[in-house]
């Protein structure tokens, strides 16, 4: 093991970059804000005094994320919504106007997503991760652009994507895809609606440990690249960090990234070893046996 010291630790959770009072008066829609790295990322926006929106189809990460925001003291709406769906995301909006008034900010967070080899995806497996990751970030961004371009208002978006984006990523082919649709959209949106005031942007996490990472996800990061030493950073990240850098992109401060995708994540996915590690296949990863056609 590597007693180098690696990347030093954040400041503590509840710090800020940015001035006290940065998002009074502005409310932000978080898709999928009810659980994980969404409700971190809403947690930071709360902070720096935003209202927040929290959207999902479950009402149990709904109330988790309301009893999330108002712990920060911050003013919360909740509401149940299904991104692939786009009437459900027009009546979202519609609620969200009426409690705060339109949203400035979207952080397009839902995503679906489990590890499976390519060839185990059923296709409706596929259809899924894809309808809900890509189809539904553009859905979401369609409807919140629209109801700005309408009225002529500034406003700031800022994607949630995977830095399988570039790569590839065995494993996660429908994710991967799906993200790399995302991160594309973000360059494309960024040109299209910049005239009209709306800045674009994606947010690529690395890992960041989270209790409510899905057992599948929890299981084969544990199987393959969890721990410290694993990093280039010597360390994961911690979550005020990504929140950070979504304050950061969608404030005042950065009004002039627009089309950029950050990668947050200590230079994880850049990582290369001066010989290949030996080759193992997905299947052999995720311990499943040989693939067989079924009848
Ligand atoms: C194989 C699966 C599956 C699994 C669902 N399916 N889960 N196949 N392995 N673990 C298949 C189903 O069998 C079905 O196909 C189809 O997908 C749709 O399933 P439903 O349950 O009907 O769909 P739905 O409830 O709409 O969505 C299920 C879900 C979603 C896609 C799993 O609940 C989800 O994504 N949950 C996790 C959300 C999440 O953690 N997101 C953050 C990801 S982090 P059939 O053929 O049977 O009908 C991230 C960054 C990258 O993306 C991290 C890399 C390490």
Redesign the pocket.
């Known amino acids: 093991m590597s007693d180098t010291p690696g990347l030093p630790a954040p400041p503590p959770a509840g710090t800020s970059a940015l001035p006290a009072g940065t998002y009074d008066g502005d409310t932000v829609f978080v898709t ?1 804000g009810g659980t ?1 790295l969404g409700k971190a990322i809403a947690l930071e926006f709360a902070r720096l005094g935003a209202s927040i929106v929290v959207a999902s189809r479950d009402p149990e990460h709904l109330a988790a994320g309301r009893a999330a925001i108002e712990a920060v003291g911050a003013e919360v709406d909740v509401v149940e919504c299904d991104i692939r769906d786009a009437d459900a995301v027009a009546a979202a909006f519609e609620a969200a106007e009426d409690r705060f008034g339109l949203p400035r900010v979207l952080v397009n967070n ?7 080899p390519a060839e ?6 596929w ?3 894809v309808d ?2 890509l189809n539904g970030t553009f859905l979401v961004g369609r409807e919140f652009a629209r109801r700005h371009l309408a009225i002529g208002s500034p406003a700031s978006i800022v994607n949630v994507g ?1 830095s ?1 984006a570039w790569t590839g ?1 065995p494993g ?1 082919a429908h ?1 991967a895809a799906a ?1 790399a649709g995302v991160k594309n959209l973000v360059e494309t949106l960024a040109v299209e609606w910049g005239p009209y005031g709306i800045q674009v942007n994606g947010l690529v ?1 690395g890992l960041f440990p989270h209790e ?3 057992d ?2 929890r299981g ?2 544990d199987r393959i690249h969890d721990k410290d030493p694993l990093q280039p950073a010597m360390r994961v990240g911690e979550r005020q960090e990504l929140g950070w850098a979504a304050t950061f992109l969608a404030s005042p401060y950065a009004r002039f990234i627009s089309g950029h995708t950050l990668v947050v994540d200590g230079a994880n996915w850049q990582r290369r070893t001066l010989t290949n590690p030996p080759v193992t296949t997905v299947r052999d990863q995720l311990g499943r046996a040989a693939f067989l056609l079924e009848d």
């Open positions: 999928g994980g839902a995503a679906a997503n489990f590890p499976s185990d995806l059923s296709p409706n497996a259809r899924t991760v809900i990751t995977a399988y990523g996660f994710s993200k996490p409510d990472m899905t599948d996800i084969s990061l």
